[in-house]
């Protein structure tokens, strides 16, 4: 594949919308499929069904080649992340990750596994308030472009701002990856609370301490705190809690209503990367020594050991505090 400005490394919905916004800038971008036969429908067809009703523009290259470009953005799970990032050639290009989570097995957050795996790579981490469906479609939105190199943060925000996508620069790359992760165990806690009828204050209330624990851990993991109350948390929060089109949210909302986590997941083709992190933000939590009691909760939802009323009811009657 000859050289191209941006290789969106991960042809699911999130990695689709971008290269379709990146292209439709005028920049020159491939994305990169892992799977073959994928590879060729969606070269083909121009139309990804993890993205229904947005044609791929054809200045789009479709390859299964992760080389030749000027920047690669990585837009793959974070539990298949280390493994991808290990069949990474050695071409010099910076990564920027876009994955939100932790790694369940290491623990690690998306950046960490890639300095140990893609040692020496300059790396970055894009994170914010983005639904793939509003990107693709030209909606206007905002992203975090964190990166404690300046130099690398300069270049990588104006190589990567489109008139309908504005780039907040941010050295704190430990924040903005905990905001990432964070939010979507959050989510599903809120979206349990909504099915199970608990109510809007209810909501409230969760999310905004779900903004403490994101705080309290990005502290102590060597980030800062303020950075959480930026678009890479409180943003994307907000948009996860409330938005329809979460899929956190949305599986949260089926479990407050009774639905088993099993049948839910098994009607999914995409990722519901909260699942996974929950227990893993937990652990890493517990390490460091922060208590993380909306995490708990939804851990044990998930596990089946708890009902949202009972969580609910734990929560409710922590020892009470000053805020």
Known sequence: MSECDILVGGAGAWGTALAVSWARAGKNVALWCH??????????TRENFRLPGVRLPDEVVVTGEFSGAGIVVVCVPT?????????LPDDGAPLVLCCKGLDETTLRL???????????????VLSGPNFAHEI????????????????????????LR????????????????VGGAAKNVIAIAAGAVMGAGLGENARAALMTRGVAELARLAAALGGRAETVFGLSGLGDLLLTCTGAKSRN??????LGRGEALDEV??????????????PALLQRA?????????????VGLLAGDKTVAAAMGLLMGRALRDE
């Open 249 to 254: 949210f949305s599986l949260g909302l089926a």
């Open 79 to 87: 539990q298949t992340l280390g493994g991808i990032l290990a069949r």
């Open 110 to 124: 998306p950046a960490e596994t890639a300095a140990e795996v893609a040692s020496g790579r300059q790396i970055a």
């Open 35 to 44: 799977e073959a036969p994928r590879a060729a429908a969606l070269a083909a």
């Open 265 to 278: 997941l098994g009607h999914r083709t995409n990722v519901t990367e909260g699942v996974a992190t929950a």
């Open 136 to 159: 693709a479609a030209g909606l206007p939105a905002a992203a975090v472009l964190a990166t404690a190199d300046a130099g690398l943060r300069a270049a990588l925000m104006q190589g």
């Open 162 to 177: 489109t008139e309908r996508l504005r780039l907040y620069g941010s050295a704190d790359v430990v924040g903005a990856s």
């Open 286 to 298: 517990r390490q460091v020594g922060v208590e993380m009691p909306l995490t708990e909760a939804v």
